[in-house]
Each structure stands twice: as C-alpha cells, then as structure tokens.
C-alpha cells in the first residue's frame, strides 16, 4: 500500500482516524504500536470498539465523535487519515427523497446497474458546500 512505504512511520506517535466508522484505518494505526483517536461524526465508540476488542490494542486506541469541518485539535497528531468520507464531508443537503420502483428514470438506473431494485430519487432544495 502507498501508505506502508511512503510514511517516515519512526516519527509518527499519535494519529487521527476521521470519518471511521468501524475503525478499520485505527485498527492499522494501533497494530503499528501508534496511539490512536478513532473518530466519526457520532456513536464511533458503538460502531468501532468490537472491531478493536478482536486485538490486542484496545489500550491504544480512544474515541471521539469529531466532525471533519471542526476538528477541535490543533497541531496536535502526526497523522490523520480517512476514507471514503469527502462525499460525505463536501456538501450538506436539505431535501425530499422518494423511492422509484418503475418508469423512464428506473428503466434508466436499471440498464447500467441491473442489480438495483428500486432507485432513491433526492429533490435537494439546499445544499451547503463545506469544503
Ligand atoms: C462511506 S462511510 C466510510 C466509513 C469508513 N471510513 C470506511 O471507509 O469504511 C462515510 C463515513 O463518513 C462519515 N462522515 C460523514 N460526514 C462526516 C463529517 N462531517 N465528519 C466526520 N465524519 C463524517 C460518516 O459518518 C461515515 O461513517
């Protein structure tokens, strides 16, 4: 991985998961023997901690429910890492959403992703950009 080889890892102590969920990144971080905040937007201790008590580094991580456009820490870790969050992070929208189960729009949806079996469709009436 990009990570594994491009990180000076003697001179990274502390680090900060956002976004994580269920802790895989801080699972990585804390099998290195680094200290770890293991962060998401709320209940990060509920989804992440069962993942963690599967190893032997439960002392090395702890949890904070953090939003990413308020990091209440200042040039404090070594590290922050993340994944799969900026499409959560850049915009915050207000809307109306509604399923659809048949018509132009689903036939659409259907031919590219034959899987799917009913398609959200999002009216946003507000979107705030964040980043
Ligand atoms: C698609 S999930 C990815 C979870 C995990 N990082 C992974 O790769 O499996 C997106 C995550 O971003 C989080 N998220 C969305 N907006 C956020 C924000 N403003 N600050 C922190 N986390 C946020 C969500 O709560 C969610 O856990």
Redesign the pocket.
């Known amino acids: 991985m990009y990570w594994e080889s491009n990180i000076v890892w003697d001179k990274v102590q502390n680090g900060l ?6 802790g ?2 801080s699972l990585w971080l804390a099998l290195k023997e680094k200290t770890v905040v293991c ?4 209940d990060v201790k509920e ?1 992440a901690q069962q993942l963690h008590l599967q190893y032997n580094i439960a002392s090395l991580i702890t949890y904070q429910d ?5 990091i209440p820490y200042e040039n404090y870790f070594d590290i922050i890492v ?4 900026i ?3 850049a915009f915050i929208i207000d809307g109306t959403t509604k399923y659809i189960e048949s018509g132009r729009e689903y036939d659409m949806m259907k031919s590219k992703f034959s899987f799917l079996t009913r398609v959200l469709e999002i009216t946003v009436d507000n979107a705030k950009q ?1 980043l």
Request: glycine letters at 20%; zero cysteines; hydrophobic letters at 35%.
């Open positions: 998961e956002l976004g994580g969920r269920q895989g990144l962060s998401d937007l709320k989804t953090i939003d990413a456009t308020d993340f994944k799969s969050i499409g959560g992070i964040m």
